[in-house]
């Protein structure tokens, strides 16, 4: 493959996508392109580059020639698509910006599902009704729960991580980078919430130090500096009230504890499942419907998960 020096475009969606460097790194691919030349092609599609920006940068300062591969993607949904494999094919990535790509991904391969092309000139996704178009996002989610090994609740999950943060990013366009390189810290239920903000409501916490470091607190307090400060305090009924029967103190355990209890009932059962029944003389509509029963359990097992890891 011939190098060279060639003028490329830089669209800044396609390089939101891509991990930013940290500063070691950066200055340690500097050193191996000034020892060992460019090694890897700049990879473009329609002369923007999807991969390759820091090596473009280094090379072109430095005068070190490189080579460009160019990809056919007939259009910019599939070459978002390559560039978020691409990237979750790398072990150096924050859990952030995996459930970014995974979500991404998942978004547009549901948009290029839902307008198939078609030879006559029209939409084949017109004639399906909601129960087929559902059927075929539901095998989506499958396809990328098998692919990244998480469950099928997850990647929606992670569908409205990524849409929640492109429009945060749409009113504060560093505030994206922060999320996810793991600096500013926030759950997913508060970055849903972030995103339906007022955009100056979200560029004064992206510019805020104590939101970086307490995001949760931080968001609640601003929502509170939000509210109407000109309405009169409610008194307090408490001297009117009659006496009543106090309620025994709710236990925040219980509910867990119950859970808890209840699961290894489930495991049991299934062990027994696997140990006595016969999967090949079974039928077809048997094992579909139990198939579809642990599918629905596995991502709300997966869902309590995440809200416990989340919490902690």
Known sequence: MDKGFVVLE????????????????????EVNLAVDGCREPIITWNNIIIDGHNRYEICNRLHIPYAVQKMPFENREQAIVWICSNQLGRRNITEETRRYL?????????????HPPNINGFNQYKRRNKGERGETFRRTAQKFSAQ?????????????????????????????????????????ENLVALSKMPPEEIRRIGTRPEDLQHPFTSYSDTRKEFADT????????????????????????????????????WVSSIERARNNADMNAASTSAKSKLEEALLSLQEKVSEMLSEIREVD
């Not at 505030?175 to 759950?187: A, C, E, M, N």
């Open 148 to 188: 990244y090994n998480v469950s099928t609740g997850s990647v929606q999950k992670y569908a409205i991580f990524s849409k929640a943060l492109d429009v945060v990013g749409q009113a504060d366009p560093e505030l994206p980078g922060k999320v996810l390189s793991g600096t500013f810290k926030i759950s997913h």
């Open 10 to 29: 830089i669209d800044p969606e396609f390089k939101t996508l891509i991990r930013p460097l940290r500063k070691d790194e950066y200055l340690q691919l």
């Open 102 to 114: 995974i979500g991404k991904q998942y978004e547009l391969e549901k948009v290029a599902r839902k």
């Open 230 to 265: 000109d309405e009169e305090p409610v008194e307090s009924m408490q001297e009117t009230l009659p006496l009543i029967k106090i309620p025994p103190m709710h236990d925040p355990d219980a509910e867990i504890a119950g859970l808890t209890l209840t699961v290894p009932s």
